[in-house]
């Protein structure tokens, strides 16, 4: 029986990632300084084939996973615990 290993994703191709996922439709943002989101389940399900052909085309980022909450932090695409944010847009605007 052959096992395929899976592609990896590459730190550089997380920029990318983020905008294939936006381009999707799907809100995706950092929780806190360890997790992120895609988006709602109801982005996620309305573009499950698009995410699917994403997730095959960069491959396996749960290593990234630090890279990845850093990138949406900087974009400021995140949510904080404990804040009044409701979603990332409410952050403060960077000048």
């Not at 899976?6 to 929780?31: H, N, Q, T, W, Y």
């Not at 052909?53 to 949406?72: C, N, P, S, T, W």
């Amino acid at each position: 029986m052959e096992t395929r290993q899976r592609k990896l994703m590459g730190r550089s191709e997380i920029p990318a990632f983020v905008e294939e996922v936006i381009e999707a439709g799907c809100d995706i943002c950092a929780v806190g300084h360890d997790c992120y989101v895609l988006g709602d389940l109801e982005e996620m399900d309305a573009a499950s084939d698009e995410l699917q052909r994403i997730g095959e085309k960069f491959g396996d980022r749960d290593f990234l996973i630090l890279e990845i909450v850093a990138h949406l932090r900087s974009l400021g695409r995140y949510l904080d615990p404990g804040t009044s944010a409701k979603h990332w847009t409410d952050n403060p605007k960077r000048h």
